[in-house]
């Protein structure tokens, strides 16, 4: 990925005009006003250069403008960047409007979606599942190789990671577990430092967890492909202080100007990735705060997001949206805007998962009897054995999958099996269990 072009120096841009004459100045700012978007979008010097140019205009009279519009609209976050300036954000249309969505779509309860959801019990299933995904999909965006469907075993069959690819994957899960059961707690730069710790553990050189760089250990951000410098983090003096003024601006929900609850998660995502605080592990941790932030605000559906395989299907977009920002003057309304984009996508994808999981519990229900005595943990392990015929299931995995004691899921299985619903086979020392061949008919046919 190649830098984008750095912006017209504003200050030069007036000064230069009005050695020309004022003339020149007072006619441009008395042309029709415009808004902070062309076309709806928020464009970037990098992308607007390349526009066609309104008629009378030339490109930097053109960006002179939409820098004035959104310097109208824009807001200070009490957080600097490396030259001490502040942060700020624009509200343009596309920001409103993508927030209303996000308020809407997460507002109205997941059980509108799936009415199951109202039962604690899979609630807690679903979380497990989202914590699982994102848990894997944000190691693989930093280089673990993985493949899902193993990872997804580990987590879920509960055994020890063999590889450190796997150890990043489990280390996240616990991060987000971490981080789930503090959502309620204020941010503190102790806290940080044990979920980094949580995040990087036996994955680093031995004292790098949990602990801030140091000046001599030099940290940038570069492009994989051609090694090209993207982006120097802060001075790690300046380390400490700056993470108090993000732990107060992550815990201050009032303050004199009202910043949107989404906004504020996102902004904190996008300060922790800025800073750099660690050796490793920074995007880890900066996602990880980003939920810490959305649950903390009272957004609890979003336990039930994958962001990072949003960005992970287009991290090109990610690194852009970041450098547009830093480009332009620490305008954080790209990256926000980005953000919001992606946020939308997840929850998009969470309902299609719940009412593809939806419409199989109801064919489990349509080949049951009325009177069946199964509990909702073995209806949706039929409904995915229906589906999925070579699949496997043990206790472990059954009971770290429902959250449930290990007498329970034992139970659940051997009732199935019982009922001639599943089949039984002895795995070293351990139970493993499979769908019958004639599973459907088997499913039509049984009683309680």
Same mark, same amino acid.
């Given at each position: 990925?190649?830098?984008?072009?750095?912006?017209?120096?504003?200050?030069?841009?007036?000064? $230069?005009?009005?050695?020309?004459?004022?003339?020149?100045?007072?006619?441009?700012?008395?042309? #029709?006003? /415009?808004?902070?978007?062309?076309?709806?979008?928020?464009?970037?010097?990098?992308?607007?250069?390349?526009?066609?140019?309104?008629?009378?205009?030339?490109?930097?009279?053109?960006?002179?403008?939409?820098?004035?519009?959104?310097?109208?609209?824009?807001?200070?976050?009490?957080?600097?960047?490396?030259?001490?300036?502040?942060?700020?954000?624009?509200?343009?249309?596309?920001?409103?409007?993508?927030?209303?969505?996000?308020?809407?779509?997460?507002? #109205?309860?997941?059980?509108?979606?799936?009415?199951?959801?109202?039962?604690?019990?899979?609630?807690?299933?679903?979380?497990?599942?989202?914590?699982?995904?994102?848990?894997?999909?944000?190691?693989?965006?930093?280089?673990?190789?993985?493949?899902? #469907?193993?990872?997804?075993?580990?987590? *879920?069959?509960?055994?020890?990671? $063999?590889?450190?690819?796997?150890?990043?994957?489990?280390?996240?899960?616990?991060?987000?577990?971490?981080?789930?059961?503090?959502?309620?707690?204020?941010?503190?730069?102790?806290?940080?430092?044990?979920?980094?710790?949580?995040?990087?553990?036996?994955?680093?050189?031995?004292? *790098?967890?949990?602990?801030?760089?140091?000046?001599?250990? !030099?940290?940038?951000?570069?492009? &994989?492909?051609?090694?090209?410098?993207?982006?120097? !983090?802060?001075?790690?003096? *300046?380390? !400490?202080?700056?993470?108090?003024?993000?732990? +107060?601006?992550?815990?201050?929900?009032?303050?004199?100007?009202?910043?949107?609850?989404?906004?504020?998660?996102?902004?904190?995502?996008?300060?922790?990735? =800025?800073?750099?605080?660690?050796?490793?592990?920074?995007?880890?941790?900066?996602?990880?705060?980003? =939920?810490?932030?959305?649950?903390?605000?009272?957004?609890?559906?979003?336990?039930?997001?994958? /962001?990072?395989?949003?960005?992970?299907?287009?991290?090109?977009?990610?690194?852009?949206?970041?450098?547009?920002? *830093?480009?332009?003057?620490?305008?954080?309304?790209?990256?926000?805007?980005?953000?919001?984009?992606?946020?939308?996508?997840?929850?998009?994808?969470? =309902?299609? =998962?719940?009412?593809?999981?939806?419409?199989?519990?109801?064919?489990?229900?349509?080949?049951? #009897?009325?009177?069946?005595?199964?509990?909702?943990?073995? &209806?949706?392990?039929?409904?995915?054995?229906?589906?999925?015929?070579? +699949?496997?299931?043990?206790?472990?995995?059954?009971? $770290?999958?429902?959250?449930?004691?290990?007498?329970?899921?034992?139970?659940?299985?051997?009732?199935?099996?019982?009922?001639?619903?599943?089949?039984?086979?002895?795995?070293?020392?351990?139970?493993?269990?499979?769908?019958?061949?004639?599973?459907?008919? &088997?499913?039509?046919?049984?009683?309680?």
């Amino acid at each position: 990925m190649r830098l984008p072009a750095t912006p017209p120096d504003l200050h030069a841009f007036v000064q $230069r005009v009005a050695q020309e004459g004022t003339e020149r100045l007072v006619a441009l700012l008395e042309r #029709k006003p /415009i808004g902070p978007e062309v076309d709806g979008r928020y464009l970037h010097w990098d992308e607007l250069r390349r526009h066609p140019v309104p008629e009378g205009m030339t490109h930097d009279e053109w960006w002179y403008r939409l820098k004035t519009a959104r310097a109208a609209l824009g807001s200070d976050v009490p957080l600097l960047d490396k030259a001490g300036r502040p942060f700020s954000f624009v509200r343009p249309n596309g920001l409103l409007s993508g927030l209303h969505q996000i308020d809407w779509q997460l507002g #109205k309860g997941l059980e509108l979606a799936d009415p199951q959801l109202a039962n604690p019990a899979v609630r807690d299933r679903y979380i497990v599942e989202s914590l699982m995904e994102e848990a894997i999909t944000s190691s693989q965006l930093e280089g673990a190789s993985t493949t899902r #469907k193993v990872a997804k075993q580990m987590l *879920e069959q509960g055994r020890p990671p $063999r590889t450190k690819d796997e150890r990043m994957i489990f280390n996240n899960f616990q991060a987000m577990e971490l981080m789930r059961r503090n959502a309620h707690v204020p941010l503190t730069t102790s806290l940080l430092l044990e979920l980094h710790e949580t995040i990087t553990r036996d994955t680093l050189e031995p004292g *790098e967890e949990g602990r801030l760089r140091r000046g001599d250990e !030099p940290v940038t951000v570069q492009d &994989r492909a051609s090694g090209e410098t993207l982006h120097v !983090p802060p001075d790690a003096r *300046e380390l !400490p202080g700056r993470l108090r003024q993000l732990c +107060a601006f992550a815990n201050d929900s009032g303050g004199a100007v009202f910043i949107h609850p989404v906004v504020r998660a996102i902004v904190i995502h996008f300060m922790l990735a =800025y800073d750099h605080p660690f050796v490793d592990g920074n995007g880890r941790t900066a996602r990880a705060l980003f =939920y810490w932030s959305m649950i903390r605000q009272g957004y609890w559906i979003a336990e039930f997001l994958s /962001i990072s395989r949003i960005i992970q299907r287009a991290q090109m977009q990610y690194s852009r949206a970041f450098l547009f920002t *830093e480009t332009d003057h620490g305008d954080l309304t790209y990256f926000l805007l980005h953000q919001l984009e992606v946020i939308q996508r997840a929850t998009d994808d969470l =309902y299609a =998962y719940l009412e593809r999981k939806g419409r199989e519990a109801r064919q489990v229900d349509l080949l049951l #009897k009325e009177g069946s005595v199964l509990n909702h943990r073995q &209806r949706e392990l039929l409904a995915h054995a229906l589906h999925h015929p070579d +699949a496997s299931y043990d206790i472990q995995s059954h009971r $770290r999958r429902h959250g449930v004691v290990y007498q329970t899921a034992r139970q659940d299985l051997l009732d199935l099996e019982a009922a001639g619903l599943l089949k039984r086979d002895q795995v070293g020392r351990a139970f493993s269990f499979s769908p019958v061949s004639n599973l459907e008919r &088997r499913l039509k046919k049984y009683k309680p």
